[in-house]
């Protein structure tokens, strides 16, 4: 297949460099013309994956058109609140028949749209797939074993995203819940800071264990409120993200909680990273879904405050342990 992968970051990359291993005729884009001089001259993406050898003969550029021109597959791996800006601009660049596989999780700030919903308005022409699950870009790069969905609403779409992307280390599993999906992969963003912040205030265990447990319940919530179906939830797209995203120091999301919980503020913490920190505009974005939905998201509610509230953290998490009694059984 001859594909674009368009994003550079450390996702794009791990995924430019399996594509080419597969034998796939790929060209990896930058927005950034020094970071294709740069890749080029070092070897590797220096600045989001060291250490890992680009080879020469991965056609890396900075021209969009150039890129993603001819096309059978264009794949979207840039952070998800610039997703409408590049497929705007790949409008008139793309052909009808060529598939969009976006790798981004997120809601769009706004419309609270989700992704592949944003893609459609832009490019209504073309099929999209989406490609979501518990998948570090680093371990990707290392060839280490990874398992992974492939969702579409035309599930023929699903498998051949299935087939282009499958190796001996990235297995690749189809899922026809685009929605339950979608939304699993932005909303775990958002539990990640939760157990960051855990860990940066000196918890424990317990107390992760008890973030991952109860943010599922209520991603799950959200998501069956929204018409997604509650397997999806408990796959890969959602426990299996959510355990790899909230128990790794590779996760930027848990990264940015640790910091959180140490004392620093939202400002200097993004400030602080080249990478994007998808679960801040994914809580504002849950919050939002939650209140029209009418459903009840008490750890993303807490999040909410830290965030845009300035709401002590450790005040925000005993404020969760004191909510009032309720029975575990009726989870949703």
């Not at 970051?9 to 990896?28: D, I, M, R, Y």
């Not at 801040?280 to 845009?308: D, E, G, H, R």
Request: contains cysteine.
């Amino acid at each position: 297949m001859s594909i674009a992968v368009l994003g550079a970051g450390s996702w794009g990359t791990a995924l430019a460099l399996l594509l080419h291993k597969n034998g796939h005729e790929v060209t990896l884009w930058s927005w950034k013309e020094e970071q294709v001089k740069a890749i080029k001259a070092n070897g590797e993406n220096q600045d989001f994956l060291p250490g890992v050898a680009v080879p020469e003969d991965l056609p890396i550029t900075a021209n969009l058109e150039e890129a993603v021109s001819s096309r059978n597959f264009v794949v979207l791996s840039v952070p998800s609140q610039a997703i409408r800006e590049v497929a705007h601009r790949i409008f008139p660049m793309v052909l009808k028949t060529t598939s969009i596989v976006s790798t981004a999780k997120g809601l769009e700030k706004g419309t609270l749209l989700r992704l592949s919903q944003v893609i459609h308005e832009e490019l209504p022409h073309n099929k999209i797939a989406v490609l979501s699950g518990p998948s570090h870009a680093e371990e990707v790069a290392r060839e280490l074993p990874t398992t992974i969905v492939a969702s579409s609403e035309d599930m023929e779409l699903a498998k051949e995203v299935q087939n282009i992307f499958m190796s001996k280390f990235f297995r690749v599993y189809t899922n026809d819940d685009l929605l339950g999906v979608e939304l699993a992969g932005a909303l775990k963003n958002i539990i990640a800071l939760a157990a960051g912040i855990s860990d940066g205030l000196g918890y424990g265990d317990n107390s992760r264990a008890a973030l991952i447990t109860r943010g599922l319940t209520e991603i799950t919530r959200l998501g069956l409120s929204m018409g997604a179906k509650q397997n999806t939830f408990a796959g890969l797209a959602g426990l299996g993200d959510l355990v790899v995203t909230c128990n790794s120091r590779f996760s930027r999301n848990w990264q940015a909680g640790y910091r959180l919980g140490q004392g620093r503020k939202i400002e200097e913490v993004l400030s602080g990273t080249k990478m994007v920190v998808e679960g801040v505009s994914a809580t504002a974005a849950a919050c939002s879904l939650a209140k029209k939905q009418n459903v009840q998201m008490p750890i993303s509610s807490q999040l909410y405050k830290i965030l845009f509230e300035d709401e002590p953290a450790d005040q925000a998490l005993l404020s969760l342990m004191e909510r009032d009694k309720t029975d575990e059984v009726n989870l949703l």
